[in-house]
């Protein structure tokens, strides 16, 4: 008889999988690269759930079904693809999953932080930008930038650079940069690696090139070239394009040298400062209606060579376990960890994980396969390794400090294969009511055991490809199915059965974690045939 946590699955037709992800075509906020599919993602900083730059790993999870997702706030629109089971974080903090989306749900605004850490680089973003959108490069590889309105905004801004005042100007400033007053060519785009460098830039590129509308509408007047550069790495200081309109080709002045347009951008991440002309300040209002609302959830079209799937993808955020997309909308990534390594630190590191994952209300599994059995020698230390047995207690140990905390109890499941050495100790490690509280724990089993177990033959414990020992296949089942009667644990896990009816696809070979995390509900019956 399985273990009382499968027993209740039985019977199910549902065949679930273990990650919520996101389709290829998902645009990430990251900041090297601004707003970049997810698809081209190995690794990259992204913003967490503190409005916080962190470095994430990206990964692929196969191809899954997919739902369209469209959120609405006011005349802006979203629309994500994601798993059923993906997480949306709202205002409060509490997560939705897809699958349970109603519509005008509101769904959190997550946009990147406008903090100023060093301000002689953003003034220089900000004489960068003003350049760009309104100065004109000289014969001698110089800029110079004639101040025809706001004297006073502007002026301030310019001060220690070189200027003067025509008597053929009207009076107008003209400030002049050359020497050592050139540090970039400033008729180009700037390097977006420096955030204060690049929030100066778009203000003052704001400031030149820029209107407010009567009815508070921001716009940037600009080329196709502009907008798309704009929409990609303006999200990285909180500036995002919600549209656009061509002005017309013919002007008082003659005929424009440019296709120009009204870049429009979204005042939901626009603060007053980033308005520097006063007069123009006075006409915006900062928005406080901030929170996305869902407006439908539909099962996205699917193309036969597809196999109705999608190919999926998720980062693993260690901070907040969430990140943003798009034009601001808060998402959760799915809890993962990578495999176990045979090394006291990423043991350690796999601990924290699971901290960090059960902390803000996940489970986890891991499979202990590749940990050295009890007794192994440690070279490096002149010691013995004491089995994956009692490294489970570290994780044990966190699961019950993250329960004692106040949240509820934590959710692990253990899996050691039944090849390993050290697996009679594993299945008798829960006949007790005290040690690996914070465990279900299932033997990972394959074909080639349980054709020993039909046969009555020896089979091999092994480690690395190792033979250590060997052990009569039946006695060992019977251990594994008297403990599962008894205190209902271990369960079983059949590996071979997993990977043919796996509900996705995986180019690659599958780790073992993945195996120790795929519960294969629908399979289970074997055991209690």
């Known amino acids: 008889m399985p273990a009382g946590r499968v027993q209740a699955a039985i019977g199910s037709p549902r065949k679930v999988t273990p990650w919520n992800c996101l389709t290829g075509d998902t645009l990430i906020l990251t900041k090297e690269f601004g707003l970049e599919r997810i698809d081209k993602l190995e690794e990259a900083t992204v913003l967490d759930g503190n409005r916080e730059?962190?470095?994430?790993?990206?990964?692929?999870?196969?191809?899954?079904?997919?739902?369209?997702?469209?959120?609405?706030?006011?005349?802006?629109?979203?629309?994500?693809?994601?798993?059923?089971?993906?997480?949306?974080?709202?205002?409060?903090?509490?997560?939705?999953?897809?699958?349970?989306?109603?519509?005008?749900?509101?769904?959190?605004?997550?946009?990147?932080?406008?903090?100023?850490?060093?301000?002689?680089?953003?003034?220089?973003?900000?004489?960068?930008?003003?350049?760009?959108?309104d100065g004109t490069k000289t014969n001698d590889n110089g800029f110079?930038?004639?101040?025809?309105?706001?004297?006073?905004?502007?002026?301030?801004?310019?001060?220690?650079?070189?200027?003067?005042?025509?008597?053929?100007?009207?009076?107008?400033?003209?400030?002049?940069?050359?020497?050592?007053?050139?540090?970039?060519?400033?008729?180009?785009?700037?390097?977006?690696?420096?955030?204060?460098?690049?929030?100066?830039?778009?203000?003052?590129?704001?400031?030149?090139?820029?209107?407010?509308?009567?009815?508070?509408?921001?716009?940037?007047?600009?080329?196709?070239?502009?907008?798309?550069?704009?929409?990609?790495?303006?999200?990285?200081?909180g500036f995002y394009v919600k549209g656009y309109s061509y002005l017309t080709e013919v002007t008082n002045y003659g005929v424009r040298n440019k296709r120009s347009q009204n870049i429009r951008l979204s005042d939901r991440a626009l603060v007053d400062e980033d308005i520097l002309i006063s007069r123009k300040r006075k006409r915006f209002s900062q928005k406080r209606n901030l929170a996305w609302r869902v407006s439908s959830v539909t099962e996205e079209s699917i193309s036969p060579h597809l196999n109705l799937l999608f190919d999926v993808y998720c980062p693993s955020v260690p901070t907040t376990n969430s990140f943003s997309i798009g034009f601001g909308v808060h998402s959760r990534n799915c809890f993962y960890s990578g495999v176990i390594a045979d090394d006291f630190n990423d043991i350690m590191e796999k601990a924290k994980e699971a901290g960090h994952t059960m902390r803000l209300g996940g489970g986890i599994g891991y499979n202990f396969s590749t940990l050295r059995p009890r007794g192994s020698l440690i070279k490096s230390l002149g010691s013995y390794s004491s089995g994956p047995v009692s490294f489970m207690d570290i994780f044990n140990a966190v699961c019950g400090t993250i329960a004692s905390a106040g949240h509820r109890r934590g959710a692990q499941m253990g899996v050691l294969r039944v090849d390993h050495p050290d697996i009679e100790e594993f299945v008798y490690a829960k006949r007790n009511e005290h040690k690996l509280t914070g465990f279900n724990i299932s033997v990972g089993v394959t074909d080639q055991f349980m054709h020993?177990?039909?046969?009555?033959?020896?089979?091999?414990?092994?480690?690395?490809?190792?033979?250590?020992?060997?052990?009569?296949?039946?006695?060992?089942?019977?251990?594994?199915?008297?403990?599962?009667?008894?205190?209902?644990?271990p369960g079983v896990l059949f590996l071979d059965r997993i990977n043919e009816m796996k509900t996705f696809t995986i180019v690659k070979k599958l780790p073992e974690l993945i195996r120790a995390l795929q519960k294969v509900l629908w399979s289970t019956h074997r055991l209690v045939k």
Not at 208 to 223: Q, R
Not at 472 to 482: E, G, K, Q
């Open 53 to 133: 730059w962190v470095k994430a790993k990206f990964n692929y999870f196969g191809k899954q079904k997919a739902f369209a997702v469209r959120f609405t706030n006011g005349k802006e629109s979203e629309t994500v693809s994601a798993t059923e089971d993906h997480g949306w974080v709202t205002p409060s903090g509490t997560v939705v999953l897809t699958k349970d989306l109603a519509k005008n749900d509101r769904i959190a605004f997550l946009s990147a932080p406008k903090k100023i850490s060093n301000h002689t680089q953003y003034g220089r973003g900000i004489v960068h930008g003003l350049v760009y959108g």
């Open 144 to 237: 110079q930038l004639r101040v025809c309105d706001d004297h006073d905004d502007i002026t301030g801004l310019l001060a220690g650079y070189p200027c003067s005042w025509p008597p053929s100007y009207e009076g107008d400033p003209i400030f002049y940069f050359y020497g050592v007053n050139v540090w970039a060519n400033l008729k180009e785009f700037p390097d977006i690696s420096d955030t204060d460098y690049l929030l100066g830039f778009i203000r003052g590129w704001l400031a030149a090139d820029g209107c407010v509308s009567t009815d508070a509408e921001v716009t940037l007047c600009g080329d196709d070239e502009e907008r798309e550069w704009m929409a990609k790495y303006g999200p990285i200081v």
């Open 452 to 489: 020993a177990v039909k046969s009555g033959s020896e089979f091999n414990l092994k480690f690395r490809n190792k033979i250590i020992r060997q052990v009569d296949a039946r006695a060992l089942w019977d251990s594994i199915m008297r403990s599962t009667w008894d205190y209902a644990e």
